[in-house]
């Protein structure tokens, strides 16, 4: 999914930092607003602590790449950062995200357990218009800024980056089986990866 993994690489939302030593051919940089998931990082490793999508802390064209895993959907400003990713990544990076898929993120979107027999049904949520909500994750509430997935795809575009992949993944096998309330899900689309380019 990513692409050319050297030089120097920007993780996006980096959390605990898991990815920082993904890469051992390149310099990979971690950024997030969260001071105690920084800490949580490998010592050694990379790390900024700053507020997305400023990333005036960089250089024009320093960069690479930069990749984003699960953090788009938290940002409510994606023209900015894909701006600010433009001007940080050098003519021929790329930047590769990876989402949940906006079928997932639309409000009220959800498994329905139909209780008479055990079938397990989708609720659609308002797909095409954007919004935000509030969802309980590992007892904190979470803010998911929902975008259809031809919003996310223009404004890239009107940033400046060019499409390269763009590929749909189910949930895994073992994740339905583990889940009563996703079997019948295999078939949804789960995660949205895409990488773009710089020309």
């Given at each position: 999914m990513v692409g050319k993994t050297e030089g120097i690489i920007l993780d996006i939302g980096c959390g605990e930092g898991w990815a920082l030593t993904s890469f051992p051919d390149a310099?990979?940089?971690g950024v997030d607003?969260?001071?105690?998931l920084l800490a949580m990082a490998e010592p050694g490793t990379r790390r900024v602590q700053a507020g997305l999508p400023d990333l005036s802390w960089l250089r024009d064209e320093v960069l690479h790449g930069a990749f984003a895993v699960l953090v788009l959907e938290h940002l409510a400003d994606l023209e900015t950062l894909f701006a600010e990713l433009h001007r940080?990544?050098?003519p021929g990076g790329w930047l590769a995200v990876v989402l949940n898929h906006p079928a997932y993120t639309a409000p009220g979107a959800g498994p329905v357990v139909?209780?008479?027999d055990g079938e397990v049904l989708w609720r659609w949520g308002p797909y095409f218009q954007a919004a935000l909500s509030d969802e309980l994750?590992?007892?904190n509430l979470v803010t998911f800024h929902h975008r259809p997935t031809g919003e996310?795809?223009?404004s890239?575009?009107?940033n400046g980056w060019t499409l390269e992949l763009f590929e749909e993944r189910p949930l895994?096998?073992?994740?339905?089986?583990q889940n009563s309330t996703l079997h019948g899900q295999e078939g949804m689309p789960r995660l949205l990866g895409v990488r773009w380019l710089k020309y």
């Open positions: 310099t990979t940089v607003g969260s001071f105690d940080t990544v050098r139909d209780p008479a994750v590992a007892g996310l795809l223009e890239a575009a009107a895994s096998v073992e994740t339905v089986s």
